[in-house]
């Protein structure tokens, strides 16, 4: 059985579902989702992510955690922990960047939260020096000072859309017809946790939501508040969700994202600010990735990485410092978040 049929029949039994369900079968179903069966990252995947473009991405974020770490007192046990690892490139090179800072290393617990069984192998490989422990979820995570990082996690979180109606919503959801995966709309109904949006949409407006965001934050920045630590979250989206961005990715190209559940990437544009909005304790701090990146150094690291490179590598390196950066690029549409201790410094990168 393929997942389209596993769903259309789960569709026939019980009716439509919203987009957040069907996201998390294509995504997560045991057997059949598109994580839990195959390794989606690189050329030969499906995407790339900033860790997978450039080293000097992950050596920059491993340099501002650990200077956040030294800011709040080099704490001489704590969490470094990575949501959705992919291949265990990010955390690979945070750990190469900090092996000089005196004590960063012995201190440190690597603690990956990783739903792939896949990946988990792929890390596995990628980081068998450092004895990593995956979870589940943040919340197994041991009870100490964390540093903490998330590149494109929460942008593969469930969504559920709805389409403003008069005074109330109409929500998305996955229907059948004549064999086929469709979309529908529910009937109208109201919708509490969508009062703030009345007054900024008008009917037939579509918006976002992602019920996982905020259980996950409220963990992760519980955590920083009781034993101290940071967070880095960097995903791709706007300040408020406006529009359908849910999309569909198989070979580095754009599909429909009904036509082969489980054969393609779910991904959504994050909601920034949904997620400050989600944070109970710590500070936060939003910053474009280019900014973050260039207050860093990238371009000083990139000039120096140069010297060592001429021709089709050379040009391949240029590139990858442009894609990072440039506003056209990632530099603005990604964006990074800084979640920090009240009264404490945010970790290098973000604004002062």
Request: charge should be negative; aromatic fraction near 6%; glycine fraction near 8%.
């Amino acid at each position: 059985m393929t997942l389209k049929d596993h769903i259309l029949a789960r569709i026939a039994a019980n009716g439509p579902i919203s987009v957040a369900n069907y996201m998390a079968d294509c995504l997560l179903h045991p057997t059949l989702g598109y994580y839990t069966t195959q390794d989606p990252l690189g050329a030969a995947g499906d995407f790339t992510t900033a860790p997978e473009i450039s080293q000097m991405f992950g050596e920059l974020i491993g340099l501002s955690l650990a200077q956040s770490w030294i800011d709040q007192g080099a704490p001489d046990r704590f969490v470094l922990a990575e949501l959705g690892p992919g291949r265990g490139t990010l955390m690979a090179d945070i750990l190469r960047a900090t092996k000089g800072v005196s004590g960063f290393h012995a201190a440190a617990q690597i603690h990956l939260i990783e739903a792939s069984p896949v990946l988990r192998e792929t890390q596995a490989k990628a980081l068998d020096q450092y004895d990593p422990t995956w979870h589940d979820t943040v919340a197994t995570l041991p009870d100490m000072p964390i540093f903490l990082v998330a590149n494109e996690f929460f942008d593969a979180l469930p969504i559920r859309q709805f389409v403003r109606d008069g005074s109330g919503w109409r929500e998305r959801h996955v229907g059948a017809k004549g064999g086929n995966l469709v979309f529908g709309l529910a009937q109208n109904s109201p919708q509490p946790a969508l009062a703030h949006r009345v007054d900024d949409t008008k009917d037939g407006d579509l918006i976002e939501d992602c019920p996982a965001l905020a259980p996950i934050l409220s963990e992760i920045t519980a955590r920083i508040e009781a034993n101290s630590g940071a967070a880095l979250i960097i995903d791709y989206g706007d300040w408020r969700s406006l529009g359908d961005t849910l999309q569909a990715l198989q070979k580095h190209a754009s599909v429909d994202p009904l036509t082969e559940p489980g054969c393609a990437d779910l991904t959504a544009h994050v909601d920034f600010e949904a997620i400050c909005s989600a944070l109970v304790c710590a500070h936060s701090r939003v910053t474009p990735q280019g900014v973050f990146l260039e207050r860093l150094g990238i371009t000083q690291r990139a000039q120096f990485l140069a010297q060592a490179l001429s021709g089709t590598a050379l040009d391949q390196h240029i590139a990858a410092h442009r894609r990072l950066t440039h506003p056209e690029e990632m530099g603005n549409l990604f964006k990074v978040v800084g979640l920090y201790p009240k009264g404490k410094t945010p970790p290098p990168g973000l604004d002062p």
